[in-house]
């Protein structure tokens, strides 16, 4: 008996230990398992409806319960639900959701194609790894409740996705695997004892009562091995054949039902061949590679939740001085909130407090705290280290950037590469070419010796079961995307991978990508000897006032504060520090004030400043845009990968051939637009070259999205991301070597992945096709193809040697 207390009101599925989201029901404060459910709830004791539960003899959405699954679909056509897990695009409607039941890459292709062919419908794209669905719709053409409902009429069951919803799901699963796996293994191990003294009897004249005997014990031992442990495959394969579509799950069901039904008829009526101990051996092996599958996919799924996790479920907002614990979806612009140490950022805001050590390792990568002060932007998620500090929230949740970055996640996991649509599509028609094969076996040994003809046929169909096949490409894809995330680069659409692992060229915009995008003083060249550092302090002094970006420049070296400033727009400012009158700005401005003229201007490249008093002129100082301490390796790196480096500026060349030499950049283009960049990406493209394009800006918006692949800085603007096919999140470019690295390893294990299937395939059948290979045999093959396949792609969660 499940203690009520422990699951949730409304599915009753178990409460997750991450946490609960709680609602008053007549008169009693109940515990749901997600926001969803909750959300649910509420509408249905809002309709009026609140009987609903006093009434109902079955859990929500279950597929069984017929009488109420159309009333419980259509509360999902509301906006109070749909908020939860639904988001609103310019004419459409974007929603995730959780896919249950499916057990190979042709489930995946019915399930597209499926609900992809209803009107309304823009794409659905479902993820084999993780079982997750993207949908985009036209909410005005097609309900929401009648695509859910077509996808419970072809043998699934769709949940709205939320992390604590998922994880669930994944513990539930988990049990039902142990359980049919114990079952399975502990059968497999008596059958097999019972076995071996059968074929031992063959030789040494066994009594026929003890022969009877070991069958029937064989009978009842396999007998809950093949109707419980192997349930799952029949379920499948009788879904599959009700709609007309072939999946794995058939000639599975094929070899394991055919198999049992003949040792029964042959321990029922005698004489004949038992194949207990195969069919026991082949669920348990069966079973168990699905079981290693199935924690792969569960350690991907909990990696890409652990991300959305970071965001608190609830935050504490301060109302006229008193502290108030709310739920975070319901914070808004302009709260005002309270974090404690070790607590996380409930949504973007601005920081109040005069500074804040604060974790950004789930977003960057970098493992050590930053230090932020008033008036800075926090990202929600980011946790809080040292010291409670107030914010004003900015976004509410569902537009800020955790929520954008899971968006563009989701997005890239659901969006397949031509080489993961073409497993997809081979994996299908493999299985009608191993049933079709299986029939010419079968009849083929049938004429020749019809004694054998059984348990070839198993070992055939078993032995060709397409799993490693299928998961081939999806495993490999997820665990890429996944580490990379990790490392600081975030993809947002699915060909990225394979595209970046042919790039030969990368270029580069100069402002905001290979440099800061700040303004820095370069080099101060001191004009009366006065030391350098005093030079910077009264640069410093005149600055602090000012607004102008030029002040920030000199924010650095700020020491003391001037007595008197006066800002002159457009020429410099004028001020005095320690009763020295002194001038800061355009040379012809700053020379005035000792009534002479200036120096010789310095053949540096960037903004030459003079800085001078009545007594004559001090120093020039050069302000230019900062290089990115990492940008140099960056490039050694890249070109380590035998890649090709391009600068595209739209600065003057000097400044271009500069930056481009401390870099060691050999090639610059200079004092481009964004047109001629298009220009210039598209020929190198039409004339074979495979563009690698990283950027920030608007102004690189045009070329960000007619390169073949692209990335946008963490700092670009959102129309610059939303372009962009990857986001540097780490804003660190020494990860561009990394990924393209990455990407080259994931391309080729995904070529030894289906090198290694297809070989084996090949090898396999007619080996087994000729009789050389017994069904205990087959098992134990199509068991390890699939775990070579599953190993050999989770070497992707290691980051590449050197990075």
């Not at 049919?180 to 074929?199: I, K, S």
């Not at 094969?437 to 059984?454: E, H, K, L, M, N």
């Amino acid at each position: 008996m499940v203690d009520q207390a422990k699951v949730c009101f409304h599915c009753a599925t178990p409460l997750p230990a991450s946490g609960q989201f709680q609602l008053e029901v007549n008169g009693t404060l109940e515990s749901f398992c997600c926001p969803a459910c909750r959300a649910v709830t509420q509408t249905i004791l809002g309709s009026g409806l609140d009987k609903y539960y006093q009434h109902r003899d079955k859990p929500a959405f279950d597929p069984g319960n017929n009488t109420s699954i159309d009333a419980e679909l259509g509360l999902y056509d509301s906006p109070e639900v749909q908020r939860e897990f639904v988001r609103t695009l310019a004419d459409s409607s974007e929603a995730s959701l959780v896919i249950e039941g499916i057990s190979c890459a042709a489930c995946v292709w019915l399930l597209e194609k499926h609900i992809g062919s209803l009107a309304g419908v823009a794409s659905f794209n479902v993820n084999l790894t993780n079982h997750r669905a993207r949908l985009v719709w036209n909410p005005e053409a097609v309900p929401l409740s009648e695509i859910l409902h077509q996808i419970l009429a072809i043998g699934y069951t769709p949940h709205p996705y939320h992390p604590n919803r998922e994880e669930q799901l994944y513990q539930q699963e988990h049990k039902r695997a142990v359980r049919r796996l114990g079952v399975a293994g502990v059968g497999m191990m008596q059958v097999m004892m019972m076995a071996m003294a059968l074929y031992l009897g063959d030789n040494l004249t066994m009594e026929p009562h003890i022969e009877r005997f070991i069958r029937w014990t064989s009978l009842i031992v396999a007998t809950p091995v093949v109707l419980y442990a192997a349930r799952p495959f029949f379920i499948a394969a009788l879904r599959d054949i009700k709609i007309r579509h072939l999946s794995m799950d058939v000639p599975v069901s094929i070899a394991i039902g055919g198999a049992y039904i003949a040792s029964v008829w042959a321990t029922l009526f005698g004489g004949g061949e038992v194949y207990f101990d195969s069919v026991s051996m082949f669920t348990f092996f069966l079973l168990i590679g699905r079981f290693f599958e199935m924690q792969a996919r569960h350690r991907t799924g909990l990696a890409g939740n652990a991300l959305a996790n970071l965001l608190p479920a609830s935050a504490i907002k301060l109302e006229s001085g008193q502290e108030k614990l709310i739920p975070v979806a319901e914070l808004k612009a302009g709260d005002r909130v309270l974090v404690k140490p070790g607590h996380s950022i409930p949504a973007d805001s601005i920081l109040f407090s005069e500074s804040a050590s604060i974790d950004e390792s789930a977003l960057t990568g970098e493992p050590l705290p930053v230090t932020r002060h008033k008036g800075d932007a926090l990202t929600g998620g980011t946790l809080n280290v040292d010291q409670p500090i107030e914010l004003e929230v900015v976004t509410a949740i569902e537009q800020g950037r955790m929520s954008a970055i899971l968006n563009l996640l989701d997005r890239a996991q659901a969006d397949k590469p031509e080489v993961a649509r073409v497993a997809d599509k081979v994996a299908s028609y493999f299985v009608a070419a191993v049933l079709l094969t299986a029939c010419v076996v079968g009849f083929s040994w049938y004429a020749i010796r019809p004694q054998d003809a059984v348990w070839i046929v198993l070992s055939v169909l078993v032995v060709t079961c397409p799993c490693a096949l299928s998961l081939a490409t999806p495993t490999a894809l997820t665990a890429a995307i996944g580490s990379l995330r990790q490392m600081g680069l975030l993809i947002t659409r699915g060909h990225v991978l394979e595209s970046l692992a042919q790039a030969n060229l990368v270029a580069f915009d100069k402002t905001g990508t290979l440099t800061t995008g700040k303004l820095s003083v370069r080099k101060t060249l001191s004009l009366n000897g006065a030391p350098e550092a005093e030079c910077l302090a009264i640069g410093a002094a005149l600055e602090s006032r000012s607004e102008h970006p030029i002040a920030s420049a000199f924010a650095p070296f700020f020491s003391y504060a001037p007595q008197t400033v006066q800002t002159h727009v457009g020429s410099g400012i004028e001020g005095q520090v320690d009763l020295r009158d002194l001038r800061i700005g355009k040379p012809e401005f700053a020379a005035e004030i000792y009534l002479g003229q200036p120096p010789e201007r310095p053949s540096e490249t960037g903004l030459c400043l003079l800085l001078a008093s009545s007594d004559g002129p001090i120093c020039w100082f050069i302000i230019d845009d900062q290089i990115r301490p990492e940008a140099g390796e960056a490039i050694a790196a890249l070109k380590a990968l035998q890649l090709e480096v391009v600068m595209l500026t739209g600065d003057a060349m000097a400044n271009g051939e500069r930056v481009g030499s401390e870099l060691g950049i050999d090639r610059v283009e200079a004092q481009m637009t964004p047109e001629s960049k298009l220009e210039w990406v598209n020929q190198r493209q039409q004339a074979g070259q495979r563009v690698l394009m990283v950027g920030d800006g608007i102004n690189d918006i045009p070329v960000l999205s007619g390169a073949q692949t692209s990335v946008a800085m963490s700092e670009a603007t959102d129309l610059a991301k939303t372009s962009a096919d990857a986001v540097l999140i780490s804003a660190d470019l020494r990860k561009l070597a990394a990924a393209v690295a990455q990407a080259r390893r994931t391309r080729s294990i995904i070529k030894q992945n289906i090198g290694w299937a297809l070989g084996y395939n090949l090898i396999a059948l007619p080996l087994a096709a000729l009789g050389f290979i017994a069904p205990w045999m087959a098992a134990i093959g199509m068991s390890a193809s699939s775990l070579v396949v599953v190993g050999n792609a989770l070497r992707l969660n290691s980051n590449p040697k050197g990075y």
